[in-house]
């Protein structure tokens, strides 16, 4: 479920939902997420974006429901083409 709005802003996420990267990297807001993605090691993108999965695109559309940044993050073949991504997209 997408994280509700309170008085126009972005309610706190809760933990359940944080991104937890496999190199122990937690991301708790898209913008966290950008940043880790511009000085991650591509081991690590590789890890979470690969052929059978985008774990960064669907984190960012089940928790946020922001399908086109999603989207547009599954194209990105590097960490740093997804961090300028959503950095020009948000």
């Known amino acids: ?3 509700k709005k309170q008085n126009g802003k972005s309610a706190a996420l809760p933990p359940e939902k944080y991104f937890w990267c496999c190199d ?3 991301f708790k ?3 966290e997420l950008s940043g880790g ?3 991650m ?3 690590t993108f590789k890890y979470h974006a690969n052929e059978q999965k985008n774990d960064f695109s669907r ?3 089940d928790v ?3 399908k086109t940044l999603a989207s547009l993050v ?3 073949k590097t960490a740093r083409a997804a961090a300028k991504t959503i950095k020009e997209k948000m």
């Open 1 to 3: 479920m997408p994280i």
């Open 59 to 61: 984190w960012i559309e």
């Open 64 to 66: 946020f429901n922001k």
């Open 37 to 39: 993605l511009a000085k």
């Open 41 to 43: 090691p591509e081991s």
């Open 29 to 31: 807001s898209i913008k």
């Open 74 to 76: 599954k194209k990105s």
């Open 24 to 26: 122990g990297q937690i």
